[in-house]
């Protein structure tokens, strides 16, 4: 019966279902928040709010959430659990910012560029250690075992993303791994912590952790294919923003693969120019669009993403029917394949 | 007979003497350091051994190890706490020099200055990150707790700093509220976690944590009078930071009072030009050295420095003598001392 008074609405997109569904759970996330985000040093909350306040899809909190009531967690600890993951995403977006010069975050001017660089770093280090502090609370030492090894993957996946920036010769492997540290590992934690609190087992903690890698890994795909804009724009995201800082993505990977197999001088030229060399003028952005759906690299790039998702809704095989369970188990399989469906 | 033997040679510092007492424990806690500081990607290593191989004084780890004596503490765990320490101060400075735009570090050239900002940022959070990881690994919640909850006010203290750059009207209780957050709640974490492995009992873990913020308090107000150089100088220290900066340090707020108080018109209109307008010609630092001498506002520092040492010293008291522990106690007594004793 719950379950189909629950079953989407067609206005509510399968994001928009699963936070209906976990709007209880949500509220009280988004309450520890805002509580633990507030300081007496009233720069930090002003900025954390900028940030916190703009919104965000709190996809990751979210998981954290939709893996609890899957593993039929009794507790109170996931919701704090879920404040700390959204607060280490919060501290990554606000020192990418300052590392990517970014003008806009969520459809607003980047905090950096309203405070300036050093509150961003420092509000970064605080949201970041008040994470650690929500996580000690929970008294669960293998979450945090889980969110401190994820914390320190995600800064390596930025280093090495940072690293291979202008490297047109970047490897697809290479590009995996950044995004698997940069962008997965942060999912896959999410997920991950919410059976270990309910005690559920290897079985689900795995599969909840491969969920949670494989949706952030299809989810950075499709983000890196959406930069080219060869497709139906979602709301509020811009454009070329990758292509500019030279930052090597899939879609950039396949297209050059293949222009330097097919010998063709000119697209080798152009890539080396504006990758490389990083000499770019206005029209650039639309020829690079141009070769990458000449080369297939975005239908390619989309491709990868739905074999990711593929393998994130199988990774739930091992929940098996109960009606609570299952009404969990359909909203993160309908989840999954919304986020490539966000490309037409 | 050991503590005879191990008496201060004559030519060795207090903290030289500390670290040959700690010297094998020492060598433990910097094995841990680079082996946790090892990345596959080889921008984090390099910019990591570029600080970590600086030297610098390796204070903090060093009041873990020192403290983990005088609780007679039996156990390994100790060292994962002093690196953890350790990387939690490397990653401070990591994001320092950037807030700072600073040029030097430890007598080098700053990292943001060679790789830049953006891989400063990284590196600094792999290295808070790992911090996390190795507490993890010791399985001590209440250490974690106390580690977190200082890092989060670090952070906090750090963002206060810089909103009050430039406020000539910086009080006396603020300045101390920052560096209370800045500097000391490191020192005193550093030292509260020995006794909490230790499970020496609340006492010594007061009287460590007093121990630890007390010198670390009389630490910076040290360094700050230090900036002004009216002393004879500690090697490799540089002078006019704080003051180019436009940082309110204790020896600003004092001559800047007295001056309002005695109503010296000139004296005022030097430091609302120099700090809250910001405007700084050659010859300001040797004329703001010259007001803060004449207000013995750098005595009055280093008398502050004084009385905090003085408590730093006190809170040892609730450890009685025995042989092995009084050469520990006895040690980190000098050490106090020796913070202050920099300055002539």
Redesign the interface.
Same mark, same amino acid.
């Given at each position: 019966m719950t379950a189909t008074a629950k079953q989407t609405p067609s206005d509510l997109s399968p994001i928009e279902h699963l936070l209906s569904m976990a709007a209880d759970d949500m509220t009280k996330v988004d309450a520890i928040i805002r509580e633990r985000m507030q +300081? &007496?040093?009233?720069?930090?909350p002003d900025l954390a709010e900028h940030l916190v306040g703009a919104g965000g899809k709190r996809l990751r909190p979210l998981l954290t959430i939709a893996a609890a009531h899957l593993c039929e967690y009794g507790g109170e600890h996931h919701f704090k659990l879920a404040a700390a993951v959204e607060f280490i995403h919060s =501290?990554?977006l606000l020192?990418d910012d300052?590392?990517d010069l970014s003008a806009k975050r969520r459809g607003k001017k980047a905090a950096n560029l309203i405070w300036g660089? =050093?509150?961003s770093? /420092?509000?970064g280090?605080?949201l970041? =250690?008040?994470s650690?502090?929500l996580?000690?609370e929970t008294?669960s030492?293998q979450a /945090?075992?889980i969110l +401190?090894?994820a &914390? +320190?993957v995600? =800064? #390596?996946g #930025?280093?090495?993303q940072?690293?291979g920036l202008r490297d047109i010769e970047m490897s697809r492997e290479t590009y995996m791994q950044v995004i698997g540290a940069k962008t997965a590992a942060l999912f896959a934690a999410a997920a991950e912590v919410s059976p270990v609190l309910a005690d559920s087992g290897t079985e689900k903690q795995n599969a909840l952790r491969t969920y949670g890698q494989e949706l952030g890994l299809a989810f950075q795909l499709v983000d890196d294919a959406l930069d080219y804009g060869g497709f139906e724009i979602a709301l509020g995201k811009s454009i070329g923003d990758d292509f500019r800082e030279g930052k090597m993505t899939l879609p950039v990977i396949i297209a050059y693969a293949n222009a330097v197999q097919n010998d063709d001088k000119e697209a080798v030229a152009f890539w080396q120019r504006v990758i490389v060399e990083h000499k770019q003028i206005d029209d650039d952005l639309a020829i690079a669009t141009n070769y990458l759906i000449k080369e297939g690299a975005l239908e390619a790039t989309l491709e990868a993403a739905r074999n990711h998702i593929q393998n994130a809704k199988s990774a739930l095989d091992v929940f098996v029917a109960e009606d609570e369970i299952e009404e969990w188990k359909t909203a993160l399989i309908r989840l999954a394949d919304f986020v490539v469906s966000r490309v037409s």
């Open positions: +300081s &007496s040093v009233g720069m930090i =501290a990554t020192h300052v590392v660089n =050093a509150p770093i /420092l509000v280090d605080f970041f =250690a008040r650690f502090n996580m000690v008294n030492m /945090l075992g +401190s090894t &914390s +320190s995600i =800064a #390596e #930025e280093v090495q940072l690293a």
